[in-house]
């Protein structure tokens, strides 16, 4: 199975908002609500920020929020901030007891 | 609180094989099953499989069937990561990873091993 596709890198200033994609297909994203997404910064572990496409865990920003249309997951940060530059990982169940991550998205706070 | 201690670097020669655990503390081990991610140099997350910690029942995802294997102690509340006929690009970061078993996320997080496949 391949990866699920999300954009290389996005980029934005302090304070504005930024939108990451993560694209499957009906048999994953788009057949359940079980996406979830995860912040790494670098050198670190994952850390989760979004699960079961909409809820945040307890501590994380509301700044975070994940929606989902169809088979296209997304993640929005409003308010940008430089703790936000990080790497971002979109994750989905597929069926049969199986996940799969997407491929990452290297955010940049200009 | 949840801890999810991992074991400690290694490099290993090619052919060898390498045991990773993941201790757990702080909840009820068997109630959660636990995961394992890889991350090879400068590239993306891998899920690799899970274990059900109460019946050691395992899932490999593609590409991680046959030289790995996921096993549970759970007198010690610890998982491992068995690799065996080790490569170069077997060369990572390994994590583990807690699933609460009730949605398809990994909520909390061992700091992840290094393990180097080097002649």
């Known amino acids: 199975q391949s990866a699920l596709t999300q954009p290389a890198s996005v980029s934005g200033s302090p304070g504005q908002s930024i939108t990451i994609s993560c694209t499957g297909t009906s048999s994953d994203v788009g057949g359940y609500n079980y996406v979830s997404w995860y912040q790494q910064h670098p050198g670190r572990a994952p850390k989760l920020m979004i699960y079961d496409v909409i809820n945040r865990p307890s501590g994380v920003s509301n700044r975070f929020s994940g929606s989902k249309s169809g088979n296209r997951a997304s993640l929005t940060i409003s308010g940008l901030q430089a703790e936000d530059e990080a790497d971002y990982y979109c994750?989905?169940?597929?069926?049969?007891?199986?996940?799969?991550f997407g491929g990452g998205t290297r955010l940049t706070v200009l | 609180q949840v801890q999810l201690v991992q074991s400690g670097s290694e490099l290993k020669k090619p052919g060898a094989s390498v045991k990773v655990s993941c201790r757990a503390s702080g909840y009820t081990f068997t109630r959660d099953a636990m995961n394992w991610v890889r991350q090879a140099p400068g590239q993306g997350l891998e899920w690799m499989g899970w274990i059900n910690t109460n019946t050691g029942n395992p899932t490999y995802a593609q590409g991680f069937t046959g030289r790995f294997v996921f096993s549970v102690d759970t007198s010690v509340s610890t998982a491992y990561l068995q690799i065996s006929s080790l490569k170069a690009e077997d060369t990572a970061v390994y994590y583990c990873a807690r699933d609460l078993g009730i949605g398809w996320y990994l909520d909390f997080w061992g700091r992840g091993t290094l393990v180097t496949v080097s002649s």
């Open positions: 994750s989905s169940y597929t069926g049969n007891s199986i996940v799969l």
